[in-house]
């Protein structure tokens, strides 16, 4: 079981895989697999007839690799009280909670699943403050179902808004039964704008954002897709 990757170093690399629109984290993953594909592919095609045309299938699987690693840009709302998706997917559940201790009363938490297909970026719902953050080894249960949000490896992230009204609200990253890499480059006391980047989960996945109740109005039902520091899923009272 791997651990999140906290922090990451900037280099010419990154730089230069983010002018294609790819995470920034691609670049270790797409060596690592990518090569083997692209000599496959290679080999396959110098072997001619009739093994060319088995070519195709690590092509495929190369295009799904970089396509996975996509950072399509986002036009990010401007509304004062938005409250965007953190994640790419499909919104599975919205949970009333009876008690959440980070935010000392009440709370709702909507969650996302995000398939291998999703963009897999994590963007911040909200202008805050990192208060605290905490990593759970765990399992690797199906995503799309909402005991995985106690039962599966996930980092859980505690925000508090830099404007009064205060409001606090969490964010978890949860792996799913493919995901084995949660990438998280925040630190306590670190502030992000609205639909800033944080990190990634790497594979099928959830996220989660969890809300104060009544603090805010939940614009997204289950089933509704959302976009990650585009759409509005909540707006604070």
């Known amino acids: 079981m791997n651990s999140p990757d906290r922090q990451v170093n900037r280099s010419p690399g990154f730089s230069a895989i983010e002018k294609f629109c790819l995470a920034r984290w691609a670049l270790y993953d797409l060596a690592i697999f990518g090569i083997?594909?692209?000599a496959a592919i290679v080999g396959l095609l110098i072997a001619g007839k009739p093994w060319g045309w088995f070519a195709i299938v690590p092509?495929?699987?190369l295009l799904w690799l970089v396509s996975f690693f996509r950072n399509?840009?986002?036009k990010i709302p401007t509304e004062p009280r938005a409250i965007v998706s953190p994640?790419?997917?499909?919104?599975t559940d919205i949970t009333q909670l009876a008690h959440y201790d980070f935010i000392g009363g009440p709370a709702v938490r909507i969650g996302i699943f995000l398939s291998i297909f999703n963009v897999h970026i994590n963007r911040?719902?909200?202008a805050g403050r990192v208060v605290e953050l905490h990593y759970h080894p765990g399992e690797f249960l199906n995503a799309m179902k909402p005991e995985s949000s106690e039962r599966n490896?996930?980092?859980w992230i505690g925000f508090e808004q830099t404007e009064t009204p205060s409001h606090r609200f969490a964010v978890r990253q949860i792996s799913g039964m493919l995901a084995r890499r949660i990438v998280c480059t925040l630190a306590p006391g670190q502030t992000l704008t609205m639909g800033e980047i944080f990190g990634m989960?790497?594979?099928g996945s959830r996220t989660e954002l969890i809300l104060p109740a009544g603090a805010a109005d939940i614009t997204?039902?289950?089933?509704d897709p959302v976009r990650a520091g585009s759409h509005i899923i909540a707006r604070w009272k």
């Open 59 to 61: 092509l495929v699987f």
């Open 87 to 91: 994640a790419d997917g499909t919104v």
């Open 153 to 155: 490896e996930y980092m």
């Open 220 to 223: 997204v039902r289950p089933g």
């Open 72 to 74: 399509p840009p986002r």
């Open 201 to 203: 989960i790497k594979l």
């Open 36 to 38: 083997p594909l692209v």
């Open 124 to 126: 911040a719902p909200f």
